[in-house]
């Protein structure tokens, strides 16, 4: 079964950076892409941005442009999204999503557990 | 960017009928796809491309999506249906975009 399993809750101070990974399995990785989701407590969710597993290309949220990279390691079937120079309103849960990208549109099919992610001094 | 505009709560009583819209400039002309949150947990795909269900998903949920709507409807609600559920679409300035959220509460 598809599963994607991400690393745990972090604590960073204001300005810092913070990378979270996604390794997946149940499904050959470079065959789909990773979206990620993030969601600041009690709000909706935002997307991030994309990366290809089969090409590394990406597809960031123009309001994340030159703060986040998202890459992904095909030999261990996992991908990273790494956020810098943190600010507290990037507090928030973190998902890894599988993506589909067809003709009809991009849709998120299996979700990671989630990373909080607590930007504090 | 493009928005979706989604009712804050919609309520209903077990066993009733539960439409949660999702309103866009012309969303008829896109796929729409749903997603279901329970509290503490990470999202999952209910509806698809507007009305496809994945493997899992009770039929009791369904989607249609015309105009400047599209409609997630779940039949004969149980208590169990209580979640945020949240539209999403691809939008052609190239990024992927997610309604506000709608709580739905079981009477």
């Known amino acids: 079964q598809v599963q994607l399993v991400q690393s745990g ?14 390794k997946a399995s149940g499904y050959t990785f470079t065959s789909y892409g990773i979206s990620w989701v993030r969601q600041a407590p009690g709000q909706g969710l935002e997307w991030m941005g994309w990366i290809s597993a089969y090409n590394g290309n990406t597809n960031y949220a123009q309001k994340l442009q030159g703060r986040v990279t998202m890459t992904t390691d095909t030999s261990t079937s996992t991908a990273y999204m790494e956020l810098r120079s943190l600010r507290s309103d990037d507090t928030a849960v973190y998902y890894c999503a599988r993506t589909h990208t067809g003709s009809s549109g991009w849709y998120l099919d299996y979700w990671g557990q989630g990373t909080l992610v607590t930007v504090s001094s | 960017s493009y928005v979706l505009t989604q009712p804050p709560s919609v309520s209903v009583a077990p066993g009733q009928t539960a439409r949660i819209t999702c309103g866009g400039n012309n969303i008829g002309s896109k796929s729409v796809h749903w997603y279901q949150q329970k509290p503490g947990q990470a999202p999952v795909l209910v509806v698809y491309d507007d009305s496809d269900r994945p493997s899992g998903i009770p039929e009791r949920f369904s989607g249609s999506n015309s105009g400047n709507t599209a409609t997630l409807t779940i039949s004969r609600v149980e208590a169990g249906d209580e979640a945020d559920y949240y539209c999403q679409v691809w939008d052609s300035s190239s990024e992927l975009g997610f309604g506000g959220g709608t709580k739905l509460t079981v009477l």
Not at chain 1, 17 to 22: A, E, G, L, P, R
């Open chain 1, 9 to 22: 809750a972090e604590v960073k101070k204001p300005g810092a950076s913070v990378k979270v990974s996604c």
